[in-house]
């Protein structure tokens, strides 16, 4: 793997127009967040030698998918606010490749409605939108077959508990 080192200005930095510079770092979070979350995900393992490790490493990564989710739909916003909305979109659109005017066109399209990753985000996510009474409602259409258990250790990292996923 090559690295490539770019220092950065300190001075040159305070130079850019604040919107811009809210940009620029804004950018740099989402990005490493959101290739964080992938990271974990991908270093989750495949193969399981016990049915319970097999349960807790799927929980883990339904969590992981519900956070990297929510994050996305975050990540869009940030770009709605900091980019789109702001005079930064009419300056530095008309610089985009067709490709990335066209993926951009269609990222404004998807989350221009309801979608997915709102959904995740609003509501499993980082929210308990609908409050507890809409989780015993989920509980109570659990089928009979799925196993409702809680496996207990001394250390707390090493319990699961099926329901809550």
């Known amino acids: ?3 490539m080192k770019v220092p950065i200005n300190r001075e040159k930095l305070h130079l850019i127009p604040e919107s811009e510079l809210q940009l620029y770092v804004g950018i740099q979070i989402v990005i490493s967040e959101i290739h964080c979350l992938r990271r974990f995900l991908i270093l989750q393992p495949s193969t399981f030698e ?3 490790i097999e349960m807790a490493q799927n929980s883990q990564r339904l969590f992981l998918l519900r956070i990297l989710a929510g994050k996305s739909y975050e990540s869009w916003e940030f770009l709605r606010k900091y980019f789109l909305a702001s005079r930064l979109s009419n300056i530095y659109e008309p610089f ?7 993926c951009l066109k269609k ?3 998807y989350f221009g409605r309801s979608n997915a990753l709102n959904l995740v985000r609003n509501n499993y996510a980082f929210h308990f939108a609908e409050g507890i009474p809409h989780l015993m409602d989920k509980l109570n259409e659990f089928p009979d077959s799925d196993p409702m258990e809680i496996y207990i250790a001394e250390a707390e990292g090493n319990c699961y508990y099926s329901m809550a996923q």
Request: glycine content about 0%; cysteine-free; proline content about 0%.
């Open 1 to 3: 793997m090559n690295l």
């Open 50 to 52: 016990d049915k319970v």
């Open 107 to 109: 990222l404004k399209r």
């Open 96 to 102: 985009l490749e067709s490709e990335e005017k066209d």
